[in-house]
């Protein structure tokens, strides 16, 4: 889409404006976060109703088009290839900023607070989302002494990870090689406690030990599950990890009486994202095999779909 901001005025993300989007009622920033917040270029434009209209129509012509991808376990060629290029690109010049995925810079539109924005910087996403999962680091993953991240992709998050805790063991776990070719460069070069391990979400491999005093991270990982997450809900139920933290795009978050969220749920209908997930954490809450700690909508994304909604949820 090429849309004109000749006339828009420059906003930028505040820290009482993150705090309202990000946060839960009279929760406070972690320091580590509010540093970062203090140094990145969070500055954005609103767009006007043309624009709006023209965003909800090529949403509109993408999801009723035969362009769109469904996810599934047939997919893995896709984060093969993917990863593939982020792991030349590490290996080429071994800087840490060549693991974040293509698509996050590409994206010239975001959803932001219920609208569209038009990002001042490639690197808005990521920036903003470096804010936020420092606070949630901090807050959920200090006491742990072990941190396994599933679906690790180009190992983006466990590079924070290690930042955050040097003395953790921290473990990238992924269906795709290329994703652990990635971790076993990266525990050569930065961080002798990382570890990469070859693990299919859809068929989780039961008989490989999880340390005790551990943590679980899921970034963008539980969406290809669509609603075939229960093989890997149950394995996490049989591991009893101290806690879970997803960041998730959750079709039970979205509002289908506003047309904003109508879209975003549609689309991830098309891509067969996930689905049922919350629900049935419910359920499992209700029969007290699980607390869950935090459940926060983030009203913020891509231009297709909130991609990091966020709950977190402990064994009882």
């Keep these: 889409i090429n849309l004109l901001y000749k006339n828009s005025e420059q ?15 009279n929760e406070k920033l972690e320091k580590n976060a509010i540093d970062i917040l203090n140094k990145k270029n969070l500055k954005f ?6 624009e709006k209209e023209k965003i909800k129509l090529f949403i509109l012509k993408k999801v009723y088009g035969n362009e769109l991808w469904v996810s599934g376990n047939k ?14 690109l590490f290996k080429k010049n071994k800087n ?9 810079g590409s994206k010239r539109y975001l959803r932001y607070e219920k609208s569209w924005i038009k990002p001042n910087n490639k690197n808005f996403e990521f920036d903003l989302i470096e804010v936020y999962r420092t606070h949630i680091f901090k807050k959920y993953f200090s006491n742990a002494k072990n941190i396994y991240e599933f ?8 590079v924070r990870l290690g930042e955050l805790f040097p003395d953790k063991n921290i473990f990238g ?14 525990s050569l070069k930065k961080n002798k406690n990382f570890e990469g391990i070859l693990f299919d979400m859809f068929n989780p491999n039961n008989k490989k030990k999880i340390h005790n005093n ?17 093989p ?3 394995y996490m139920l049989k591991k009893k990890p101290e806690v879970v933290v997803h960041f998730e795009t959750m079709d039970e978050f979205y509002n289908e009486n506003s047309l904003f969220d109508y879209l975003a749920k549609i689309y991830d209908r098309k891509r067969n994202y996930l689905s049922g997930y919350f629900e049935a954490l419910k359920k499992l809450e209700k029969q007290k095999k699980i607390k869950i700690m935090r459940v926060k909508k983030i009203d913020f994304g891509s231009m297709m779909h909130d991609s990091y909604s966020t709950i977190v949820w402990r064994t009882v």
């Design 214 to 230: 551990s943590a679980f991270l899921t970034v963008g990982a539980l969406e290809q599950l669509g609603k075939n997450f229960k």
């Design 45 to 50: 434009y609103n767009t006007s109703e043309h």
């Design 11 to 25: 906003n930028e993300v505040s820290k009482i404006e993150f705090e309202k989007i990000f946060l839960l009622k």
């Design 232 to 234: 890997f809900l149950n």
């Design 75 to 88: 997919k893995r060629y896709i984060w093969e290839n993917g990863w593939r290029q982020n792991l030349q």
């Design 96 to 104: 840490t900023d060549s693991l974040t995925p293509k698509f996050l």
């Design 173 to 186: 776990l992924d269906w795709a090689k290329s994703s652990i070719d990635i971790l076993k460069n990266l």
């Design 151 to 158: 679906g690790c992709g180009s190992a983006q998050h466990i």
